[in-house]
């Protein structure tokens, strides 16, 4: 159901079992699950580097970003890609003054909520998907 790996770095993502428990109620909550099962989510920890070539590739922005989501969805499977850049956060994390998990599990969420139909094009989405980051990061349990 949610996978974690890490791609051109060395990075092993601790606490998955609470973390996967933690975005399938965040789903849940989201309604999502009502109209979907969810399947193959992968969250993938990665270098700067490695996700500015992507951002290039495929969104045609030549500049570093912290996650870029892929949704593999339809209508009846909740599925997708959710590329992080590790350094990105480690560097947000001290802009923001908040831990580096902290950070990880905003970004993460981040793209959760990507993934269940939320943008961040324009100010009034930013506003609404930084809400819904505030929320469930309160609801974490670990």
């Known amino acids: 159901m949610f996978n974690y790996y890490a791609e051109d770095i060395n990075f092993k993502f601790k606490k998955r079992r609470a973390c996967s428990k933690w975005v399938y109620t965040t789903l849940q909550e989201e309604g999502i699950l009502i109209h979907k099962v969810v399947r193959d989510v992968s969250f993938i920890f990665c270098s700067d580097e490695y996700l500015l070539a992507l951002n290039k590739q495929y969104l045609s922005h030549d500049y570093y970003t912290d996650v870029i989501t892929f949704d593999n969805s339809d209508e ?67």
């Open 76 to 142: 009846q499977v909740f599925s997708g890609d959710i590329f992080i850049s590790v350094d990105r956060v480690k560097e947000n994390a001290e802009t923001y003054g908040q831990s580096f998990i902290d950070e990880l599990h905003r970004v993460m969420i981040h793209g959760i909520l990507h993934l269940s139909g939320y943008k961040d094009a324009n100010d009034d989405e930013s506003l609404i998907i930084r809400s819904k980051e505030d929320y469930y990061l309160a609801k974490r349990e670990f």
